[in-house]
């Protein structure tokens, strides 16, 4: 490993100064479990290493208004096993509670499992489905952006150098709404996605499908959404036959590559196949909620 510097900021405020006056060489810590393999076996190489472990602005979860703020240094482990989000926002609590070993998820973070911008992270989905809102503190002040808009391919993100993303907002899921996550592995653990489907699904007072939200996961250079599949489940009776068309839909939408975890063909069946049984799960969901 290169020699860098280290640097252990105890404000927001001291952080930001850092990034600017560090520039491009410069990487943030949070978990570590990205950028530290990267530093040892992928010949990343930064000048700088600025921690911010000792930030709790960065730690917590709100609800407020009733919706949720989620910190971006919380990690894995407390998202998948906090109440709260299990209950309004389980697809989230999915997505952290697989993510690499037991170990893993109780350093790796939600804000860095995101920034790392890999079309195969597994907290990514879940937010879009979510309608989550990245905060951003950056030198000129804050901003927010779309979680689904935070990503211009494979490890990079709309970020400048010196901005840091320091939380989500989730707004409050409506009444009978269902969302889940789910992802195909070879292994069970200590694996990434061959593909991951995140789906949240909201029925009204008849029993019909008011709002539909399908992201796919590692199937193109970014996490995206099935827009014709969520549009032709809108209005609509959930059945057998109208989830099995929004699912050849959203396999429609794949635009994944052969490598060796998996040919683009394989990868497009299991986009169908699970995005139909992820459609059944949410709708259960919603009906109990």
Not at 58 to 67: K, M, V, W, Y
Not at 190 to 198: E, K, R, S, Y
């Amino acid at each position: 490993m290169h020699r860098f510097e280290y640097f252990a900021p105890t404000s927001l405020d001291e952080a930001l100064s850092l990034l600017k006056a560090r520039g491009d060489g410069v990487k943030l810590l949070a978990g570590g479990t990205d950028l530290l393999v990267q530093m040892k076996e992928a010949g990343r190489h930064p000048s700088a290493v600025v921690s911010l472990h000792a930030l709790p602005e960065l730690r917590s979860i709100d609800a407020n208004g009733g919706g949720l703020r989620l910190g971006a240094g919380v990690d894995m482990w407390t998202i998948a096993t906090n109440g709260e989000i299990l209950r309004r926002y389980t697809a989230l609590a999915e997505g952290a509670g697989v993510l690499g070993s037991i170990q893993t998820r109780n350093m790796a973070t939600v804000g860095g499992n995101v920034c790392n911008a890999a079309p195969s992270a597994d907290t990514i989905p879940p937010l879009v489905v979510l309608d989550a809102v990245a905060e951003i503190a950056g030198p000129d002040g804050k901003r927010e952006l779309p979680v689904g808009e935070l990503f211009a391919g494979p490890g990079r993100t709309a970020l400048a150098p010196s901005e840091i993303v320091v939380g989500f907002r989730l707004p409050a899921p409506p009444a009978r709404t269902g969302s889940v996550y789910q992802r195909h592995t070879p292994r069970k653990i200590m694996d990434i996605a061959v593909v991951g489907v995140g789906i949240r699904l909201t029925l009204n007072g008849k029993g019909s499908i008011a709002d539909a939200r399908i992201c796919l996961g590692a199937v193109a250079p970014t996490v995206i959404r099935a827009g014709e599949a969520e549009d032709a489940l809108l209005g609509l009776s959930p059945s057998e036959e109208v989830f099995a068309r929004a699912a050849e839909l959203a396999r429609h939408a794949a635009r994944p590559i052969s490598d060796v975890r998996g040919s683009a063909e394989f990868r497009r069946y299991l986009v169908g196949a699970m995005t139909k049984r992820c459609l059944g799960i949410a709708l259960e969901r919603a009906k109990g909620s």
